[in-house]
């Protein structure tokens, strides 16, 4: 039921954090793996990795802000495979700063790649998959789609921008056989949060807001998108996962005495 033997899958930000987790996890599940990243040696070397653990991945570049090539590198995998059968998209970028303090280049920055390039994805992803009718595409959301914080709103806004592409193109592409999904993260150890890290008393803060207390890891990223990606979530479409150690499921951590 979770298998992904003999699919092609297209996993957008390979080549670093919670990409490269998505990547490796959809080989491990059987599918032959395309690794897409902006920085080809990142998306090279863990296309190798796969490899050397007996999965079957190659790496290309790609902009996700490039509409064209987006398109271009989507057709080609369908081309060589003869179907393009799952699509995921990690890539996201925040500017920390208050509202009031924004410049237009970061507004255009953070909008840019959250929203326009994820709208790429789902073009071009979703163009392929209509036509051979069938497919799951997956998109990188956040706990920020519906929680925020001092310095988060620009990034908060894309990532609930996100979800509601999500499920516009799940209404749109439905009939059509293919699956348009979202997946929306806690807090998760990765290159990009590395700076939080290194402040013990914000790291700290944040694994205390959710239930079990931790960060998660970028391997716990995988599973749910393997699930969504595969058969045993055939149901499944139009809806925002949360991964996120019940972050959001719970006002902090204090227990009442007593209790």
Known sequence: MFSLEGRSA???????GIGEAV???????????????VNPEAAGRAAAAIREGGGEAVAAPLDILDG??????????????????????TPGINVRKPLLDYTDAEIDLVLGLNLK????VIQSAGRIMRAQR?????????IRSVV?????????ATKAGIVQMVRAAAAELGPCGVRVNAIAPGVIDTPLT??????????GAYARR?????????REMAGPTVFLASDAASYVTGTVLFADGGWTAIDGRFTPPGM
């Open 117 to 120: 390039g994820g709208a790429h």
């Open 210 to 218: 959710n239930i079990f207390g931790r960060w998660g890891t970028a």
């Open 194 to 203: 590395a700076p939080i890290k290194e402040r013990p008393e914000w790291y």
């Open 148 to 156: 925020v914080e001092p310095g988060q709103g620009i990034y908060a």
């Open 134 to 142: 069938s497919g799951s595409i997956v998109l990188f959301s956040s």
């Open 10 to 16: 297209a996993v957008v930000g390979a080549g670093s």
């Open 68 to 89: 064209a090539a987006v398109t271009a590198a989507f057709e080609k995998i369908a081309a060589v495979r003869g179907s393009l059968d799952v699509v995921v998209s």
């Open 23 to 37: 990547a490796v996890g959809c080989a491990e599940a059987g599918a032959w793996v395309y690794c897409l990243d």
